[in-house]
C-alpha cells in the first residue's frame, strides 16, 4: 500500500512537472523578450538553411569550371582581406550589438551609435586600402594576384554598407536573413550565368561583394528612410573614442589570424594555390557547419546583454548543437567530398576530418568569450587569452604548414581552436563563479 502511494506521488510530481515545464514554455513565449528571442532564432535558422543550400548549389559547379588551382587562389587572396576586414569591423559587431540593444528605445542614442561606428568604420577601411596597396607594391607574391586581391577587397564596402550589428542590436534579425539570402541569391545566379571557364574564376569574390552592396543599399533604406535612424558627422573626438572602446574586443577578433589565416599565406608561399585548393574544400563544410552555432550565438547576443541569468540555457543548446555537427561531418566526409568536388578535392576528406574536430571549440569560444565575456565587460581577459592562444598557434603554425602542408595547416588551426576554446571556458567559469559568490 505505501508503494501504491509513493507511485502515485511520483506520478503527480512527473505531472506537475510536465505541467509546469509545458506552463513556463507557454509563458516565455508569450512573453515580449520570449517572442522576440524566437523570432530571432527562426529568421536565423532561415538564414542558416539559405547559408546551406546555396553553398551546395555553386561549389559543385565552380569546383568543376575553375579547379582545385584557382579555388586555392581565391582562398589565398580571401585569407589576405581578412586582415583587412577585421581592421575595418574593429571589434565593432559586438560592442555596437551590445550599446544598441541597451539603448534600442533612444532613437537619438541608436542614431548616434549607429554614425559614430559608420564614421569609425570609414576610416579604418580608407587606411586599410593604403596599407594593402603599398604591400601589393613591395611584396611580389601579392603582385602577382593584385587583381584578384583588390576586387575581393570589394567585400569589405559590401559589408559597411550592411550593418549587421544594427539590426542584431535592434533584435531584428529576420532583415538580416532576408538581405543575407539577397546577397546569396544574386551571387548563384551570377556565378551560372558568368561563370562558364576556369578565367572567369576572378568574377566569384566580384560577384559576392556585388550581393553585400546590393544589400547594404537596401538596408540603408530601411535604416534611414523607414526608421528615421539619423545618419550625423560626429566629432573626431567621438571617432576616436569609438574606436578605443572597442580596441580589445579587435584584438580579440584580430589575434585568431594568427593561425587561421596566416597557414593559408604560409600554404600560398610554401606549397601553392593546389595545397590551398585542397584546404579550402575541406574547411568549406566547417565553416558552413559552424556558422550555425555563430548565428544562434548572435540571436543570443542581444538577449543576453540585457539577461545574462539565461545564459545556462544558451549554453546548454549550442555544446548540444556543436557535438552533434562535428560527429556528422566527421563520418560524412568522403561523402560530402566526393559528392560536391571533383577528383582533384579528395585530399580534403582528411582536412575536412581533422577540422570538424575544431567545432564544439569555436563554439566553447563564443559561448564563454563572445556571449559572456564581452558581456560582462571582460574583454581584456578575454583578449589576453586570445592572445595565448594564438601566438602558440603562429609559433606552431610555421614546421607543421611546411613539414606536412594542407595536413599541417588542418592541424594547426585545430589545435589551436581547442586550447582557445577550453582557455576561455575555464576562465568564463572562474569569473561567473566569483561573481556568485560576490
Not at 109 to 121: C, G, L, N, P
Not at 312 to 320: N, Q, T
Not at 350 to 374: A, Q
Amino acid at each position: 500500500m505505501l508503494i501504491k502511494n509513493k507511485d502515485e506521488k511520483a506520478s503527480i510530481s512527473y505531472k506537475n512537472k510536465k505541467f509546469n515545464f509545458i506552463e513556463y514554455y507557454h509563458r516565455v513565449i508569450k512573453s515580449k523578450d520570449g517572442k522576440v528571442l524566437f523570432d530571432n532564432l527562426i529568421s536565423l535558422s532561415l538564414l542558416q538553411v539559405a547559408g546551406y543550400i546555396f553553398p551546395l548549389i555553386t561549389i559543385p559547379y565552380l569546383s568543376r569550371v575553375i579547379g582545385v588551382d584557382k579555388f586555392g587562389e581565391i582562398a589565398f587572396a580571401s585569407a589576405i582581406i581578412a586582415y583587412f576586414q577585421t581592421v575595418s569591423d574593429w571589434g565593432f559587431n559586438y560592442t555596437a550589438t551590445r550599446d544598441i540593444a541597451k539603448n534600442r528605445d533612444n532613437k537619438d542614442k541608436v542614431s548616434q551609435i549607429f554614425s559614430s561606428v559608420m564614421w569609425a568604420r570609414l576610416l579604418l577601411t580608407v587606411l586599410s586600402f593604403i596599407v594593402l596597396l603599398i604591400l601589393i607594391l613591395i611584396i611580389p607574391k601579392f603582385r602577382e594576384t593584385s587583381a584578384l586581391i583588390l576586387i575581393t577587397f570589394c567585400l569589405i564596402p559590401g559589408h559597411i554598407m550592411f550593418p549587421e550589428w544594427l539590426f542584431q542590436g535592434l533584435e531584428r534579425m529576420k532583415y538580416i536573413t532576408i538581405l543575407n539570402i539577397i546577397a546569396k541569391a544574386f551571387f548563384t545566379i551570377a556565378v551560372f550565368v558568368f561563370i562558364r571557364e576556369k578565367s572567369d574564376f576572378i568574377l566569384q569574390p566580384l560577384f559576392t561583394s556585388l550581393g553585400y552592396i546590393i544589400s547594404g543599399l537596401i538596408a540603408m533604406y530601411f535604416i534611414l528612410i523607414r526608421w528615421k535612424i539619423r545618419f550625423i558627422k560626429p566629432s573626431l573626438v567621438d571617432i576616436k573614442t569609438t574606436i578605443i572602446k572597442s580596441t580589445d574586443v579587435f584584438i580579440n577578433n584580430i589575434m585568431p589570424n594568427l593561425y587561421n589565416n596566416f597557414s593559408v599565406l604560409l600554404l600560398g608561399f610554401f606549397a601553392g594555390s593546389v595545397s590551398n585548393g585542397k584546404l579550402d574544400a575541406g574547411s568549406k563544410f566547417v565553416n558552413i557547419a559552424s556558422s550555425f552555432n555563430a548565428l544562434l550565438s548572435r540571436a543570443f547576443y542581444p538577449f543576453l546583454s540585457r539577461k545574462i541569468n539565461k545564459h545556462d540555457l544558451y549554453a546548454k543548446i549550442s555544446i548540444c548543437i556543436a557535438i552533434i555537427l562535428s560527429f556528422i561531418l566527421f563520418l560524412l566526409a568522403p561523402f560530402l567530398i566526393k559528392v560536391f568536388f571533383t577528383a582533384e578535392f579528395y585530399d580534403g576528406i582528411v582536412v575536412l576530418r581533422i577540422m570538424s574536430i575544431s567545432i564544439p571549440f569555436l563554439t566553447l569560444s563564443n559561448i564563454y568569450g563572445t556571449n559572456y565575456m564581452i558581456i560582462e565587460g571582460y574583454e581584456k581577459t578575454l583578449r589576453n587569452i586570445t592572445v595565448r592562444s594564438s601566438l602558440i598557434g603562429f609559433v606552431i603554425s610555421i614546421p607543421l604548414v611546411y613539414k606536412f602542408d594542407y595536413i599541417g595547416a588542418a592541424v594547426t588551426i585545430t589545435l589551436t581552436r581547442a586550447i582557445l576554446g577550453i582557455g576561455i571556458m575555464y576562465r568564463g567559469l572562474k569569473i561567473r563563479k566569483d561573481k556568485l559568490l560576490l
